[in-house]
């Protein structure tokens, strides 16, 4: 069903009138134990949905009833007003032009947001002048991935794996290079001070010596023997 039309006045209404009529009368009148309840359709909302304060138990006598932003019915905080014989529904000071009130006092919030969280208040008057507050509570929370987290985190948490596997590689990069190289060097060195050869063969002549060498070996290189060769290579690893 739908609700009746709002009136675009947010100031001084019919809401207004009624309680002026029905102040002096509540001080002989004290309300009695409230039996009319709210509850938030759903419980819990994500952010940009649709929220219902419904509300349970009304009264069958209602002669009005508004909503109230916080704990306290002043008239700053009214969201909205509605008056069951005329059936005029007036927005209030708080009423930001997504709340929509019905004639069984629910009132609905769309396109919800998190400053829409907190506490509700309904405040109803009955035919024998009783007035009754009860209050209300939205819950609102960021909307969520699939994953259950939200999407900053999400997010968040890949950086920190891509970070950590590029510091990994790079670390293990640093590690490769630092071994290699050292047994490259210490290969050098090794072809430095003991050329490879085989047994009982002569090596190869160079033109050129990275050290400097005895005259006999250079003569034996110039000239090789391959039993003398085989002497000095000898004794060259017993010294090593």
Same mark, same amino acid.
């Given at each position: 069903?739908?609700?009746?039309?709002?009136?675009?006045?947010? /100031?001084?209404?019919?809401?207004?009138?009624?309680?002026?009529?029905?102040?002096?009368?509540?001080?002989?009148?004290?309300?009695?134990?409230?039996?009319?309840?709210?509850?938030?359709?759903?419980?819990?909302?994500?952010? /940009?949905?649709?929220? @219902?304060?419904?509300?349970? *138990?009304?009264?069958? $006598?209602?002669?009005?009833?508004?909503?109230?932003?916080?704990?306290?019915?002043?008239? *700053?905080?009214?969201?909205?007003?509605?008056?069951?014989?005329?059936?005029?529904?007036?927005?209030?000071?708080?009423?930001? /032009?997504?709340?929509?009130?019905?004639?069984?006092?629910?009132?609905?919030? %769309?396109?919800?947001? @998190?400053? $829409?969280?907190?506490?509700?208040?309904?405040?109803?008057?009955? *035919? $024998?002048?009783?007035?009754? %507050?009860?209050? /209300?509570?939205?819950?609102?929370?960021?909307?969520?991935?699939?994953?259950?987290?939200?999407?900053?985190?999400?997010?968040?948490?890949?950086?920190?794996?891509?970070? =950590?596997?590029?510091?990994?590689?790079?670390?293990?990069?640093?590690?490769? #290079?630092?071994?290699? =190289?050292?047994?490259?060097?210490?290969? $050098?060195?090794?072809?430095?001070?003991?050329?490879?050869?085989?047994?009982?063969?002569?090596?190869?002549? !160079?033109?050129?010596?990275?050290?400097?060498?005895?005259?006999?070996?250079?003569?034996?290189?110039?000239?090789?023997?391959? !039993?003398?060769? #085989?002497?000095?290579?000898?004794?060259?690893?017993?010294?090593?």
């Amino acid at each position: 069903m739908e609700p009746p039309s709002a009136s675009p006045r947010a /100031g001084r209404g019919p809401w207004q009138e009624l309680l002026l009529a029905v102040s002096l009368l509540t001080f002989w009148n004290p309300p009695t134990t409230a039996q009319v309840t709210v509850e938030s359709v759903p419980p819990n909302a994500a952010e /940009g949905k649709d929220v @219902l304060l419904r509300v349970l *138990n009304l009264p069958g $006598d209602l002669l009005g009833y508004a909503w109230f932003r916080g704990k306290s019915v002043e008239t *700053n905080n009214r969201i909205v007003s509605y008056v069951v014989n005329t059936q005029v529904i007036t927005p209030g000071h708080a009423h930001s /032009g997504r709340e929509t009130a019905y004639p069984n006092g629910s009132l609905l919030f %769309q396109n919800i947001t @998190l400053k $829409d969280t907190g506490y509700y208040t309904l405040q109803i008057i009955t *035919n $024998d002048i009783q007035v009754e %507050q009860v209050p /209300g509570q939205l819950r609102v929370f960021h909307k969520r991935s699939t994953t259950g987290l939200p999407v900053g985190s999400i997010i968040g948490i890949a950086l920190g794996v891509l970070i =950590g596997v590029a510091l990994m590689a790079t670390l293990a990069y640093f590690l490769l #290079c630092t071994r290699t =190289g050292r047994a490259s060097a210490w290969h $050098d060195l090794r072809q430095l001070w003991h050329p490879a050869s085989t047994p009982c063969h002569a090596p190869v002549s !160079s033109s050129t010596s990275p050290v400097s060498l005895p005259l006999p070996v250079l003569q034996e290189l110039q000239h090789p023997d391959t !039993s003398i060769y #085989c002497q000095i290579n000898h004794k060259a690893e017993v010294a090593s």
